[in-house]
């Protein structure tokens, strides 16, 4: 009979070595993961589902696209002269009108009875000039019938004064009946001419009376003739031809002066009215051209004036047609337009794309040749249109 021997069992058998080294092999992966993998992160990505646009150096305009409102080059607006209410109409909205023809009709009873009082006026004025007239004339016939008497008196006197001086000298007759010979002749030669000055005095007198109201009555008849022009005025007439794009009066209407009532088109040529953001409003000067794109033609417009107030983040410009006019073009369309702020020169550009609002423009993915693989790259932009970035640094 044997003994029983004990068998020591080993440490390390394989199965547990082999364990082990795939804990530790595991191990080092993720310590090489993180370690070294730390500040490069990877991502794979399926390449059709990415953006790949080639950096170019070309030709580049800045530009900014702006919404413009084709509008008449010329209009005008049709007030009320004079207020009144609408009795009839003559002319509808969107008709083709020549210059002179009536467009409405205004009543205005006030404006009747003002004439008729200052016409009423007028014809009583007009009464006392010819009665005062009528007196002046009388009156110098009658100054003339007294001066005529003193003249004849007056040589009545004379002839005796002068028989007298000679009968005188041969005492003939007495000193007192010379002497009162004397006086009377004297007399008569005062006597005439206080007649003249008087009549003088009463002629000017009453020849400015005339004058006076000579003078009313012009001024009665110029403001009559202007207040007859008022009520022409009433009859509202195209001061243009053109088209009456608008008209604002129905029959029954009051109008008060200076009211609104309409407006003429001339559509001859046109102007684009544009409005853009503020913040360009250093950038957009006179002079400056847009295009767009108008029944598969390109056109060229220009800025022809700028308004400088800002009303709600937008200021406004003018712009006309640059060349050649398109054919067809109607008041009230819309266009789309690119208005160029530069000059064109050549640039790195890169095509606008989704990155720009990722990453501020700040930085871009450059993939390499074989484009299995993209790499993080800083750079900056600058200028910008609808189709491509400016840029200055990076690429």
Same mark, same amino acid.
């Given at each position: 009979?044997?003994?029983?021997?004990?068998?020591?069992?080993?440490?390390?058998?394989?199965?547990?070595?082999?364990?082990?080294?795939?804990?530790?092999?595991?191990?080092?992966?993720?310590?090489?993961?993180?370690?070294?993998?730390?500040?490069?992160?990877?991502?794979?990505?399926?390449?059709?589902?990415?953006?790949?646009?080639?950096?170019?150096?070309?030709?580049?305009?800045?530009?900014?696209?702006?919404?413009?409102?084709?509008?008449?080059?010329?209009?005008?607006?049709?007030?009320?002269?004079?207020?009144?209410?609408?009795?009839?109409?003559?002319?509808?909205?969107?008709?083709?009108?020549?210059?002179?023809?009536?467009?409405?009709?205004?009543e205005n009873t006030d404006l009747l009875m003002n004439i008729m009082w200052r016409e009423s006026e007028m014809f009583q004025t007009q009464n006392n000039l010819r009665n005062t007239q009528l007196s002046l004339d009388q009156?110098?016939?009658?100054?003339?019938?007294?001066?005529?008497?003193?003249?004849?008196?007056?040589?009545?006197?004379?002839?005796?004064? $002068?028989?007298?001086? *000679?009968?005188? !000298?041969?005492?003939?007759?007495?000193?007192?009946?010379?002497?009162? +010979?004397? #006086? @009377?002749?004297?007399?008569?030669?005062?006597?005439? $001419?206080?007649?003249? *000055?008087?009549? !003088?005095?009463?002629?000017?007198?009453?020849?400015?009376?005339?004058? +006076?109201? #000579? @003078?009313?009555?012009?001024?009665?008849?110029?403001?009559?003739?202007?207040?007859?022009?008022?009520?022409?005025?009433?009859?509202?007439?195209?001061?243009?031809?053109?088209?009456?794009?608008?008209?604002?009066?129905?029959?029954?209407?009051?109008?008060?002066?200076?009211?609104?009532?309409?407006?003429?088109?001339?559509?001859?040529?046109?102007?684009?009215?544009?409005?853009?953001?503020?913040?360009?409003?250093?950038?957009?000067?006179?002079?400056?051209?847009?295009?767009?794109?108008?029944s598969g033609g390109s056109y060229e417009l220009f800025v022809s004036r700028k308004y400088m107030e800002v009303r709600e983040g937008r200021f406004e410009v003018d712009m006309l047609f640059n060349g050649e006019k398109p054919?067809?073009?109607?008041?009230?369309?819309?266009?789309?337009?690119?208005?160029?702020?530069?000059?064109?020169?050549?640039?790195?550009?890169?095509?606008?794309?989704?990155?720009?609002?990722?990453?501020?423009?700040?930085?871009?993915?450059?993939v390499d040749a074989e484009e299995t693989l993209a790499v993080k790259r800083r750079i900056r932009t600058n200028r910008y249109n609808t189709q491509v970035y400016e840029v200055v640094e990076g690429l």
């Amino acid at each position: 009979m044997g003994m029983d021997r004990t068998i020591k069992k080993k440490k390390w058998p394989p199965k547990r070595i082999a364990t082990y080294a795939a804990i530790a092999a595991f191990v080092v992966v993720v310590l090489y993961l993180f370690l070294f993998k730390l500040n490069k992160s990877t991502l794979n990505v399926e390449k059709d589902r990415l953006t790949i646009s080639t950096v170019k150096r070309e030709p580049f305009q800045e530009f900014i696209p702006v919404m413009g409102a084709v509008e008449p080059i010329d209009s005008y607006h049709l007030d009320a002269v004079e207020g009144g209410v609408v009795e009839e109409v003559f002319i509808e909205s969107g008709t083709k009108i020549a210059k002179g023809d009536p467009i409405l009709r205004l009543e205005n009873t006030d404006l009747l009875m003002n004439i008729m009082w200052r016409e009423s006026e007028m014809f009583q004025t007009q009464n006392n000039l010819r009665n005062t007239q009528l007196s002046l004339d009388q009156r110098r016939l009658t100054l003339s019938q007294q001066l005529a008497q003193v003249d004849n008196s007056l040589a009545q006197s004379k002839r005796t004064y $002068d028989r007298y001086s *000679e009968l005188i !000298k041969e005492q003939l007759i007495s000193q007192h009946q010379y002497e009162l +010979a004397k #006086d @009377e002749y004297e007399y008569w030669i005062k006597r005439r $001419d206080l007649t003249i *000055e008087s009549q !003088k005095n009463d002629i000017e007198f009453r020849g400015n009376q005339v004058k +006076a109201l #000579d @003078e009313s009555l012009r001024r009665m008849q110029e403001n009559l003739a202007i207040i007859k022009q008022k009520l022409e005025n009433l009859v509202l007439r195209a001061p243009i031809s053109g088209f009456l794009t608008a008209l604002d009066a129905e029959i029954g209407q009051r109008k008060n002066p200076g009211q609104r009532l309409g407006q003429i088109d001339v559509l001859d040529s046109f102007r684009v009215v544009v409005g853009i953001d503020e913040h360009w409003i250093a950038r957009v000067e006179e002079g400056r051209i847009g295009t767009f794109d108008f029944s598969g033609g390109s056109y060229e417009l220009f800025v022809s004036r700028k308004y400088m107030e800002v009303r709600e983040g937008r200021f406004e410009v003018d712009m006309l047609f640059n060349g050649e006019k398109p054919v067809g073009m109607t008041r009230g369309m819309t266009l789309h337009i690119r208005l160029n702020l530069g000059d064109l020169e050549e640039a790195i550009v890169l095509a606008r794309g989704g990155f720009f609002q990722t990453t501020g423009g700040n930085w871009v993915y450059v993939v390499d040749a074989e484009e299995t693989l993209a790499v993080k790259r800083r750079i900056r932009t600058n200028r910008y249109n609808t189709q491509v970035y400016e840029v200055v640094e990076g690429l």
